[in-house]
């Protein structure tokens, strides 16, 4: 039931921003939290973000720390990815991820992000 459907992915030069979002269609209202991830070419999957649907804590990898915020809108079951300050390193494919009450875990199909230099 749950499908996560994420949008904003493109191309972009170096130091500038993008904005991703990742719509929970199929919520349950069991979302403990939400968060994103990315995999860069020939690496593995690396942790972003995350915000908890209730009360709205966050965390951040230090990669991504001071330059990327998440958000959410609990009324749209929607969370957000800002990101400023772009690299070429942050160049991936990003993931929305959520996590619900009873420790089950779900994914979106991925966006691309590009940064060229």
């Known amino acids: 039931q749950v499908q996560l459907v994420e949008s904003g992915g493109r191309l972009v030069q170096t130091g500038g921003s993008l904005r991703l979002s990742c719509a929970d269609a199929?919520?349950?209202?069991?979302?403990?939290?939400m968060g994103w991830f990315r995999q860069a070419p020939g690496k593995e999957r690396e942790f972003l973000t995350a915000i908890r649907w209730s009360g709205g804590a966050t965390n951040y990898a230090d990669s991504v720390k001071g330059r990327f915020t998440i958000s959410r809108d609990n009324a749209k079951n929607t969370v957000y990815l800002e990101m400023n300050s772009m690299r070429p390193e942050d160049t991936a494919i990003y993931y929305c991820?959520?996590?619900?009450?009873?420790?089950?875990?779900?994914w979106g199909q991925g966006t691309q992000v590009i940064v060229s230099s």
């Open positions: 199929g919520r349950t209202r069991t979302t403990y939290a």
């Open positions: 991820n959520v996590i619900d009450l009873y420790g089950q875990d779900y």
